[in-house]
């Protein structure tokens, strides 16, 4: 069995370099086809490439790894929504934008509900 995990780990580890190695190349391919032409800068190295991979992963998204945002957001919602008085929901429901309401979601915009006078 422990066998069996450090395998695992290995495959993990090999996936990782190699899609590293992918996206390092990727990177130095469209800089040295659009940066040299667009702006006159100098064609980069493999190595410059991951470089801006490391870098780039540092200053957008940090050390923490990737956070989970899909379902938290849905769980903050719920449970605000179970400490809401009836009013507060009725509230709440109330200030939701719909297509119909002309809001922001609507297709044409403030004064294109339905029933609304055209211009």
């Known amino acids: 069995m422990k066998t069996h995990g450090i395998a695992r780990v290995l495959k993990i580890l090999?996936?990782?370099?190699?899609?590293?190695t992918i996206f390092s190349f990727v990177v130095m391919w469209l800089w040295n086809q659009l940066m040299p032409v667009i702006f006159g800068l100098h064609a980069i190295t493999f190595w410059q490439a991951f470089g801006l991979l490391v870098l780039s992963k540092i200053l957008f998204s940090g050390f923490r790894g990737r956070p989970?945002?899909?379902?938290d957001w849905?769980?903050?919602?719920?449970?605000?929504?179970?400490?809401m008085t009836p009013e507060e929901r009725e509230k709440f429901r109330g200030r939701g934008i719909s297509p119909a309401s002309g809001g922001a979601?609507?297709?044409?915009?403030?004064?294109?509900?339905?029933g609304a006078p055209k211009a």
């Open 105 to 114: 979601g609507g297709c044409g915009g403030p004064g294109s509900a339905p």
């Open 14 to 20: 090999l996936f990782i370099a190699a899609m590293a």
């Open 68 to 71: 989970h945002l899909r379902g």
């Open 74 to 83: 849905r769980a903050r919602l719920i449970r605000r929504w179970e400490d």
